[in-house]
């Protein structure tokens, strides 16, 4: 069965840090791209930043500067590191990730979401 499963999350102060992991298990031919979207109360789900299985990346301009994604094909992993968080950073983010199942097929997974919650 393949599924992601994210860590990290939790409680912080203003301008802390934190970092998120999110690991693919399973079977599986390849990882495409992989991202981390998130979700604040009454609101809908954003893109926060993905990597394409080469490196690119790419950010929410919300998150610019402030957060890093990276990958480690190595262990099927991809994190985000977020520093100088801020309140509205707040709510609980998702890892996705587009898993080629066989060499002409893929499909999108998600993580079951981890909470995020920054303290003024």
């Known amino acids: 069965q393949v599924q992601l499963v994210e860590s990290g999350g939790g409680l912080v102060q203003a301008g802390g840090s934190l970092r998120l992991s999110c690991a693919a298990s399973g079977s599986f031919f390849s990882i495409n791209n992989m991202g981390w979207y998130r979700q604040a109360p009454g609101k809908q789900r954003e893109l926060v930043a993905v990597i394409t299985s080469g490196g690119i990346t790419n950010y929410a301009d919300s998150v610019k500067g402030r957060f890093t994604i990276s990958r480690d094909n190595t262990k099927n992993t991809v994190y985000l590191h977020m520093n100088s968080l801020k309140p509205e950073d707040t709510a609980v983010y998702y890892c996705?990730?587009?898993?080629?199942?066989?060499?002409?097929?893929?499909?999108?997974?998600w993580g079951q979401g981890t909470q995020v919650t920054v303290s003024s």
């Open positions: 996705n990730a587009d898993l080629g199942l066989t060499r002409w097929y893929s499909e999108d997974y």
